[in-house]
């Protein structure tokens, strides 16, 4: 074990407890020599939570035409699409290690360290705006492209076109757009484009005026008015977009390999129990049992270490499968 190396780990993870206000409540290190190359690591954590039933979001009952949709900044790429940014810089021979082309370069900051920039966590900014209950209808942390995430908080029946007219995007998403000659259309589906977390607020809503710094307006919530085509419209991404992604050589038409895998509609792999409902957006939820008086939740979560690699010499899953449900259930 490399002692400083895993120092800073652990003092990042308990860093971002203290900033989540949450517990770090367990934990393995395990060293697989004949699964992970040197300097290879790999990272797994979950978290868990109670909400009240008062407060489950989203509320789309709640929603009237004119609501606002609301943008918080992210703070880099913090995002599904990073790891198949990472493979297509490293094919097309980038130094992650040169200085940083775009913000952070005048201040002696590598490639790696603009990429890598942690995500910013909104839960001190948002939780007791979420626990009063009373203006945010529905809430969205961007982490499978904006486009996708924007599409959760989208009920049938309504639309809402997003204007980057006033909205800046960060100069990384145009130096990885001139790179990688990626469209406009794979950033806005794949990445947050410098949208970290999104709102539906009331109309009359001035929570993001005085309380959210840096959130913009990014649409407003109108009533569905055809059925074909997405619900979801975008204005003046292409040329925010062209326009920081100029100098690195500006927008081509690639596409990034698809990285969500959705499961067939008619998968109905286990009938709810009694216990458990949906909320409006068909996440499933468990009951607390009402003997609880003051409930704290807890998750452990655990690997199959080596087994792995006879699985993989095999190409025999199925077992691994079963052990990974023996060790974590």
């Known amino acids: 074990l490399q002692v400083p190396l895993a120092a800073q780990l652990v003092k990042g993870m308990a860093d971002g407890c203290r900033d989540a ?34 407060r489950i979001l989203p509320r789309f009952d709640l929603y009237q035409p004119g609501d606002l949709l ?18 297509q810089l490293a094919a097309s021979k980038v130094n992650l290690r040169e200085r940083s082309p775009v913000d952070g370069g ?32 529905s ?30 995007v960060p100069k990384i998403f145009g130096w990885l757009a001139g790179k990688l000659k990626l469209s406009a259309q794979t950033i806005l589906e794949r990445h947050n484009c410098g949208i970290g977390m999104v709102l539906i607020l009331p109309q009359s809503s001035q929570l993001w005026r005085t309380s959210l710094p840096g959130a913009k307006v ?23 977009l062209e326009k920081v992604a100029s100098p690195f050589g500006g927008l081509g038409d690639r596409e990034l390999p ?21 909320n409006a957006a068909g996440r499933r939820l468990t009951r607390i049992p009402t003997h609880y008086k003051d409930p704290i939740l807890i998750l452990g979560t655990d690997g199959v270490g080596t087994k792995l690699k006879i699985a993989q010499q095999t190409n025999r899953n199925t077992s691994v499968g079963i052990d990974l449900v023996a060790m974590c259930v």
């Open 218 to 240: 990014l649409g407003v919530l109108q009533r569905r008015s055809k059925v074909s085509g997405s619900p979801v419209q975008v204005r003046n991404f292409v040329e925010q």
């Open 21 to 54: 206000r949450c517990a770090l409540v367990g934990g393995e290190t395990a060293e697989m020599p004949s699964l992970y190359a040197p300097g290879q690591h790999d990272m797994a954590g979950y978290c868990v939570g109670i909400v009240e039933h008062s």
């Open 106 to 137: 005048d201040d002696g900051l590598t490639l790696a360290h603009v990429l890598a920039t942690p995500t910013q966590l909104y839960v001190q900014q948002l939780l007791p705006h979420l626990q009063k209950g009373d203006e945010i209808k």
């Open 70 to 87: 609301i943008g918080l900044p992210s703070s880099g790429l913090h995002c599904a699409g990073f790891n198949e940014i990472l493979t």
């Open 258 to 278: 698809e990285e969500l895998k959705k499961l067939p509609s008619n998968s109905d792999l286990s009938a709810p129990r009694e216990e458990c409902f949906e």
């Open 139 to 168: 809430v969205a942390h961007v982490t499978h492209g904006l486009l996708n995430d924007i599409l959760r908080l989208l009920p049938d029946g309504f639309e809402t076109t997003l204007d980057f007219g006033a909205v800046p």
